[in-house]
């Protein structure tokens, strides 16, 4: 089976640094992916790993722990408009590849 | 920027009837998917297509749903009959390489808006 845990809800300060959580437990692995979404819109990509390590894009930053299926989504610098559902997505399978989605951590983020 | 589209946004429907929800992917993409997202829930996967046919589909995409690529550019899933429980956010997404391989973005999956899914 596939099994992806992250904690329901966050809050944070503006202007502060928060790290997500993400473990998973999936028949296969090919990346895990990280999307942002805002209420009532779609997902919107934020960060890709696949190798272990830690992958730093601006603000945003991902680390991956394939021996402990493992990642986290750091997010610096907080600002309001971050107040969103964080989705931590799997992909799996062996040819063409489905992600398999977190159930996303709300984050609220206050002045 | 390329950007996945998506028609209708919003669709109101009775139970039993047929509902096509369109998407235009990005355009030098090749592998197309159809996701859902009950409200509160998590996005689930439905399907693949690639090379105009159905590359993988989950328990959730039984007989009464269908995917088409009927030109170049639309990409389509039907309901035949819808039921209650299909309403949801429906969303599109393309990536340039459904294929595992080197690492890199082009693997992605980019979403659509989404087509909201109401059945009474």
């Known amino acids: 089976g596939q099994n992806i845990d992250q904690p329901t809800e966050m809050t944070a300060t503006e202007g502060a640094i928060v790290q997500i959580n993400c473990t998973y437990q999936t028949s296969g692995f090919n990346g895990l992916f990280w999307y942002q979404q805002h209420a009532g819109e779609a997902p919107t990509f934020l960060s890709y790993n696949v190798l272990d390590g830690l992958e730093e894009k601006g603000r945003f930053s991902s680390f991956l722990s394939r021996s402990k299926g493992y990642s986290y989504l750091l997010l610096k610098e907080l600002q309001m408009k971050d107040s969103a559902s964080y989705l931590c997505?799997?992909?799996?399978?062996?040819?063409?590849?489905?992600?398999?989605f977190g159930t996303g951590t709300r984050l609220l983020v206050s002045p | 920027e390329p950007e996945v589209t998506q028609t209708p946004s919003h669709q109101v429907t009775q139970m039993g009837q047929e509902v096509i929800l369109r998407c235009v992917p990005i355009?030098?993409?090749?592998?197309f998917y159809w996701y859902r997202q009950i409200l509160g829930q998590k996005v689930e996967f439905l399907v693949s297509f690639y090379n105009n046919e159905i590359s993988e589909k989950s328990e959730i995409f039984d007989d009464q749903f269908s995917v088409e690529r009927p030109d170049g550019s639309n990409f389509t899933l039907k309901i035949r009959s819808t039921k209650l429980e299909d309403s949801a956010m429906y969303f599109c997404?393309?990536?340039?390489?459904?294929?595992?391989?080197?690492?890199?973005?082009?693997?992605?999956?980019?979403f659509g808006p989404g087509t909201r899914l109401l059945v009474l």
């Open positions: 355009s030098n993409h090749l592998y």
């Open positions: 997505a799997v992909r799996v399978g062996t040819g063409f590849q489905k992600l398999v």
């Open positions: 997404a393309s990536s340039n390489s459904g294929l595992a391989g080197g690492p890199g973005v082009r693997e992605t999956q980019y």
